[in-house]
T-cell receptor, first 111, second 115 residues
């Protein structure tokens, strides 16, 4: 699976958009980009995933660059409950339940 | 709430002992995987079970073993505990063998402390 690079920490003001970047310059054509988050003392939670096109769901939007070497997770209106570690993971779609978690980005949403 | 439940939530063992951790998957999910998360690090994949057989394993020694039962619940067993086994152990379930859906449902974990 391709390696990902994320900033270790970010701050965001409550009510503003949180934009979390991820670099995956060695991504292969059949690898998806997944985002999970882990709120303190809880298990990871799936947020969104995509292959080439931008994706949006009730939680977030995923913007993937045209060359697929980087992506951005957008939380449109961050709340205090969005404070968590966010993991960007790149992997093929049929690799079973194996996810390779890196260090992630610790997002702190401040009032 | 993901519907994945794990027990016990916390436990303390001593070096050399054995431990069994349990997981009930979300209703209808037939694939279960286990992860180890050391303090301050991301989770690491241990193995997964599908239809009661192990069909994927990470870089963990044989003293980490598991079972999956006909009702899809699962156990993680760790023998000859070492201090470095102290971690949060997470169970995740999904339907099928994860053919691109991307969504695993994690439990809240079992925190093991080895003294």
């Amino acid at each position: 699976d391709a390696k990902t690079t994320q900033p270790p920490s970010m701050d965001c003001a409550e009510g503003r958009a949180a934009n979390l970047p991820c670099n995956h310059s060695t991504i292969s054509g059949n690898e998806y980009v997944y985002w999970y988050r882990q709120i303190h003392s809880q298990g990871p939670q799936y947020i969104i995933h995509g292959l080439k096109n931008n994706e949006t769901n009730e939680m977030a939007s995923l913007i993937i660059t045209e060359d697929r070497k980087s992506s951005t997770l957008i939380l449109p209106h961050a709340t205090l409950r969005d404070t968590a570690v966010y993991y960007c993971i790149v992997r093929v779609g049929n690799a079973g339940n194996m996810l390779t978690f890196g260090g992630g980005t610790r997002l702190m949403v401040k009032p | 709430e993901t519907g994945v439940t794990q027990s016990p939530t916390h436990l303390i063992k001593t070096r050399g002992q054995q431990v069994t951790l349990r997981c009930s998957s979300q209703s209808g999910h037939n694939t279960v995987s286990w992860y180890q998360q050391a303090l301050g690090q991301g989770p690491q994949f241990i193995f997964q079970y599908y239809r009661e057989e192990e069909n994927g394993r990470g870089n963990f020694p044989p003293r980490f073993s598991g079972l999956q039962f006909p009702n899809y619940s699962s156990e993680l067993n760790v023998n000859a505990l070492e201090l470095d086994d102290s971690a949060l152990y997470l169970c995740a379930s999904s339907l099928g063998t994860f053919q691109g859906t991307g969504e695993l449902f994690f439990g809240e974990g079992s925190r093991l402390t080895v003294l």
